[in-house]
Nanobody, 126 residues
Framework: QVQLVESGGGLVQAGDSLRLSCAAS????????MTWFRQAPGKEREFVST????????AYADSVKGRFTISRDNAKNTVWLQMNSLKPEDTAVYYC???????????????????WGQGTQVTVSS
């Protein structure tokens, strides 16, 4: 069973950058596609970005495209989300999630994911 722990959140001003980390343990990290979701107060959890098991394929929500970059290092069992040019509307709890690769399940659908972290808060002030 994979355990995921996010870190790197905080309070920043608009235009600043943050780098979120998600460290995995207990499991074969390279067997999993990894995805970041976020949930703002009063809103549903939404897809942010995903990276496949090898790191060779990524995808982003339109709202973060060009500002956020997802990456992973399978040797370090870690996935990162580099967030630049942050906006107040990026304020949310950010979660990383893992799903087994090659399952064919939709990457933007929460129910596709087998494991979740506890989340890390990102607050962007204007």
């Amino acid at each position: 069973q994979v355990q995921l722990v996010e870190s790197g959140g905080g309070l920043v001003q608009a235009g600043d950058s943050l780098r979120l980390s998600c460290a995995a343990s207990r499991g074969h990290f390279s067997n999993y596609d990894m995805t970041w979701f976020r949930q703002a107060p009063g809103k549903e959890r939404e897809f942010v970005s995903t990276i496949n098991w090898s790191g060779g394929s990524t995808a982003y929500a339109d709202s973060v495209k060009g500002r956020f970059t997802i990456s992973r290092d399978n040797a370090k069992n870690t996935v990162w989300l580099q967030m630049n040019s942050l906006k107040p509307e990026d304020t949310a709890v950010y979660y990383c999630a893992a799903k087994l690769a090659f399952q064919g399940s939709p990457i933007t659908t929460m129910t596709s994911y087998d494991y979740w972290g506890q989340g890390t808060q990102v607050t962007v002030s204007s």
